[in-house]
């Protein structure tokens, strides 16, 4: 199985045991720096961190990590110069599969710009990018998200993450791959299935986002033995519990 979202640097040696001895040989852990950034230097070390530190960490545990960097949304106070600089290097030595996670939270100018900033390198580069939507006017985020991607990439580099059952009829049309994060105060493992029941396997990615908050290291493995459970086809688990992202992410 992959995990195609998760946050390692705040999670323990101990997750990513649990995780392999689940199935989980992949995941691929995305950027977000939880705290103030009283410096830009912050939010570099933390991406550097990712990096180095924690693909050592999981690989230890016999994870496989890769790593997409880029700014969250919520990181979007920095001047982005000095990352992007970096991002270019990581995308020319292949060291990161994707830019990510990126996106919008609040819809600020400065967020907005940035977004559209990263968009732009990752359609020069040809890059993937995975994409955050809120918690919080999920919706109304997710429309202007939306609007901005076909004016900066091609929907098919992107996913489109955190979908839900309340937001889903407004992404389904476009040509983004959807990623399902099965996490406490999210999503449950039975909503993510009525999703998949409904639209089919094709075009979703599973995670966790196991970050600083709520989480469950576990989510994905239980949701692919819940679709065994059920009686669902291998060959369209597989596609959720790795194909699509093998595919869509060349891991
Ligand atoms: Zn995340």
Redesign the pocket.
Known sequence: MIDT?M?ADARSGEDFEQMYLAGIDCAIT?S?YPYKIPQDIVLLNHLNRILELDTKRASEQGLDLKVALGIHPTNSNVNPEKIFESLYEWIETEQIVAIG?IGLEDLTDNEVSIFKQQLDIADETNSKVII?TPRKNKSEVLKVILDIIPEHISEKQAVIDHINPKVIGDVIDCDCMLGLTVQPQKMDKFEAISILDEYGFDKFLLNS?I?NKPSDPLSVPKTVRELTRQGYGKGEIEKVSHKNAQKFFNL
């Open positions: 979202h946050h995305c977000y996670e955050h986002d970050s």
